[in-house]
């Protein structure tokens, strides 16, 4: 099998070193890249196209979650997250299989997760996004009790199509996004992370399901599992073989499809 192209990321300048140098000795490992923030984590994602991402969670600004939830489930490499977490999140991961390693970095470890990207990338090239939004969800849901009369209120909103929301149950709170706010949606398995001023809203429905919800004026499909606000799109960057990037903002760059680009070729035409 050829090497695994990895990337990796961590913001304490002493751990991403030793990750480095322990990750070197392996021979199947062919390290890419590195980034110490969020931020970069994202762009070097998009630019090197990595086949494993060691991730590290407790970064400021954005961390390990919010880098996954802000990449499309479609170029989602294969992650571990490197963490120092409490036992109830390691619970949650073990349980919608998502390969970590504790902090301090232990060799066996880091063997055994990258014998599992090995066993996983020679079946075909997934994407680690639908299992971690589990696990995200199953950590954020761990200490909250569900209460009764807010689901029916949560589901009496749901109903509400009139005012063109969506409605999202996070916890204890019902939070209602106006959807000329969200800039763009991806999808991953039973999950969908809206995208709107900054925040990224986790929501337990299929895209199929959302998109008899949206505006079909204002949102255009782009790749399988990836929708955009038209209203949002700043620049057209040209890509390889008839894909392109739209640019959203600062650091947002969604990647369009050659089967989707028709799918908004007017208004690239300026229609």
């Known amino acids: 099998m050829s090497k695994i192209n990895t990337l990796i990321v961590d913001d304490e300048p002493l751990a991403l070193?030793?990750?480095?140098?322990?990750?070197?000795?392996?021979?199947?490992?062919?390290?890419?890249g590195q980034a110490s923030n969020g931020r970069e984590a994202i762009s070097a994602i998009m630019d090197l196209a990595p086949d494993l991402v060691f991730l590290d969670i407790q970064m400021p600004g954005l961390n390990g979650f919010d880098v996954v939830k802000n990449l499309q489930s479609d170029m989602s490499p294969l992650v571990v997250?490197?963490?120092?977490?409490?036992?109830?999140?390691?619970?949650?991961?073990?349980?919608?299989a998502v390969d970590y390693i504790l902090k301090p970095i232990d060799d066996e470890r880091i063997k055994r997760a990258v014998h599992r990207a090995q066993q996983r990338l020679s079946k075909e090239k997934p994407s680690s996004k639908p299992s971690i939004l589990g696990a995200?969800?199953?950590?954020?849901?761990?200490?909250?009790?569900?209460?009764?009369?807010?689901?029916?209120?949560?589901?009496?909103?749901?109903?509400?199509?009139?005012?063109?929301?969506?409605?999202?149950?996070?916890r204890?709170?019902?939070?209602?996004?106006?959807?000329?706010?969200?800039?763009?949606?991806?999808?991953?398995?039973?999950?969908?992370?809206?995208?709107?001023?900054?925040?990224?809203?986790?929501?337990r429905i299929t895209l199929k399901e959302l998109l008899e919800e949206l505006d079909t004026t204002l949102f255009k499909r782009v790749h399988r599992s990836t929708i955009v606000n038209l209203n949002f799109i700043q620049k057209v960057i040209p890509h390889t073989k008839g894909e392109f990037f739209l640019q959203l903002g600062e650091f947002e760059k969604i990647k369009v499809s050659r089967n989707y680009k028709d799918s908004i070729k007017h208004f690239l035409a300026g229609g």
């Open 81 to 96: 997250f490197t963490t120092a977490y409490e036992q109830y999140a390691l619970d949650a991961f073990d349980i919608h």
């Open 17 to 32: 070193k030793l990750l480095q140098a322990k990750l070197k000795k392996l021979p199947e490992i062919e390290i890419v």
């Open 172 to 203: 204890d709170e019902i939070t209602i996004l106006k959807q000329s706010d969200v800039e763009w949606i991806d999808a991953a398995g039973d999950y969908v992370c809206l995208h709107a001023k900054g925040k990224t809203h986790i929501k």
């Open 136 to 170: 995200i969800n199953a950590i954020e849901h761990n200490s909250d009790r569900q209460d009764k009369n807010t689901n029916k209120v949560s589901q009496s909103l749901s109903d509400q199509q009139v005012d063109r929301k969506v409605v999202i149950k996070d």
